[in-house]
């Protein structure tokens, strides 16, 4: 919610807010649709594994879009 804050322009904070409260509930409702149905599908061993996969797939996300960030700060101008 601090990067949110500090990302999102003046002024537009409640929508900035709004949106990524949205897409943890939305994330959130998707994990356990998917959990469930690996649980009923396969077993609930193999449930177990599908935040780990969440997660694995999220990591190079967020470490891409923390790059293109820098490289698009740092080519600002001051």
């Not at 990591?59 to 101008?77: E, K």
Request: with cysteine; glycine share 12%.
């Amino acid at each position: 919610m601090t990067l949110v804050q500090h990302r999102t322009p003046e002024g537009r904070l409640n929508e900035g807010m709004t949106l990524a409260v949205t897409g943890l509930l939305g994330g959130t409702a998707a994990g356990s649709a998917a959990g469930g149905w690996v649980a009923e599908q396969v077993s609930a061993t193999a449930a177990c594994g599908v935040p780990v996969a969440a997660a694995a797939s999220a990591l190079p996300l967020s470490l891409t879009a923390a790059h293109h960030s820098r490289r698009a700060n740092s080519r600002a101008p001051h």
